[in-house]
Nanobody, 115 residues
Framework: VQLVETGGGLVQAGGSLRLSCPAS????????IGWLRQAPGKEREGVSC????????YYAESVKGRFTVSTNNAKNTVYLQMDSLKPDDTAVYHC?????????WGKGTPVTVSS
């Protein structure tokens, strides 16, 4: 399984970014795929995820109403639409896939939100 995140960058507060993470190398529909982030000097935290079989979603309280997780029709790419970005959203965002008892990570894409 390979996870490669794209879409990070520098944006002003109030702006938007869309992260993408194509996921290949698995066929099971019993999976959860999503995003975690790690800011400098802080622990990694879960941001959002979506399940493969039923499309259930999860959002951290800090991003509810601002971020939207989705997949494409083939369910092999996960997106994170980030709106109304805040400086506190500055972090490296990692794609994470949990499937068949395994946990996979991408290397991350940096997001910097300036005030």
């Amino acid at each position: 399984v390979q996870l490669v995140e794209t879409g990070g960058g520098l944006v002003q507060a109030g702006g938007s970014l869309r992260l993408s993470c194509p996921a290949s190398g698995f066929t099971s529909e019993n999976y959860a795929i999503g995003w975690l982030r790690q800011a400098p000097g802080k622990e990694r935290e879960g941001v959002s995820c979506i399940t493969g079989k039923y499309g259930s979603t999860y959002y951290a309280e800090s991003v509810k109403g601002r971020f939207t997780v989705s997949t494409n029709n083939a369910k092999n790419t996960v997106y994170l639409q980030m709106d109304s970005l805040k400086p506190d959203d500055t972090a490296v965002y990692h794609c994470n896939l949990q499937v068949v008892g395994m946990n996979y990570w991408g290397k991350g894409t940096p997001v910097t939100v300036s005030s």
